[in-house]
């Protein structure tokens, strides 16, 4: 598989973003955040090790301190792919007695489709989150029917308003979430390059208030909703 440029360059920045947000989201105090982050700069097997994970990629290696971690490669919503780092985020993390079911609302385009539930995919398998979702057409009475009993039964949903802009129907959904006081995860592109076929509606006035994760790329959303999700995880007392 492709590399990056400098695979440890990739390496060390994508452990110094994952001490960042545990800082942010206050797992780490300053002193921690501080000493890890110089300690993955100053480690003299990093180059070896991200040399590692991309040639067994997608196998994983046991690295010191870290346990299991491998490459994977995400899908952009243009077909491209990214190198991603997997492993960092469930350390430490324990076993559930079932499975949580995440109702996911999206535009339903085939490209659309096929890249954002093969990254959550990813994200959340780790996390034992399972998807769920509906249809795309509101007009029909059973598919609104099972949209609705979809959110009811989830234990959270996640929402992304990509390629919304004639056919907004996930702030319907959204709405129906918000209704029923469902854990949320709001993701709104705020990109301008994904041309006119990927248009965005603006945000109804009536959700402004909600938290919104604002993204420009899938590889930029995967990584905040991979650093972002224990916490909120643990927030919403779904650990």
């Known amino acids: 598989m492709a590399e990056p440029v400098d695979p440890a360059v990739f390496l060390r920045a994508f452990f110094e973003e994952s001490f960042e947000s545990q800082f942010v989201n206050g797992a780490l105090s300053t002193d921690q955040y501080h000493d890890l982050c110089a300690d993955i700069r100053r480690n003299p097997k990093l180059a070896a090790i991200s040399r590692r994970l991309f040639t067994n990629s997608p196998k994983p290696i046991s690295v010191e301190s870290y346990g299991k971690l491998r490459i994977i490669h995400l899908r952009e919503f243009d077909g491209s792919t990214f190198p991603f780092l997997q492993g ?92 029923l006081r469902k854990p949320m995860l709001f993701c709104e592109y705020a990109g301008t390059g994904a041309g006119t076929f990927f248009e965005t509606a603006s945000v109804p006035s009536d959700l402004q208030g909600l938290l919104r994760i604002q993204y420009q790329s899938y590889q930029e959303l995967c990584k905040k909703l991979y650093f972002g999700l224990p916490s909120f995880l643990k927030h919403n007392k779904l650990l």
């Open 88 to 179: 960092l985020t469930q350390q430490g993390s324990r076993r559930r007695e079932r499975k949580l079911v995440c109702f996911l609302g999206h535009r339903f385009l085939q490209d659309l489709e096929s890249s954002l539930r093969f990254n959550l995919v990813h994200l959340f398998e780790p996390h034992a989150i399972t998807l769920r979702w509906a249809g795309d057409d509101l007009r029909a009475g059973d598919v609104f029917e099972n949209i609705l009993k979809g959110i009811r039964s989830a234990d959270l949903c996640l929402f992304d308003n990509l390629a919304t802009s004639n056919k907004p129907n996930v702030y319907i959904e959204i709405g129906i979430a918000y209704a």
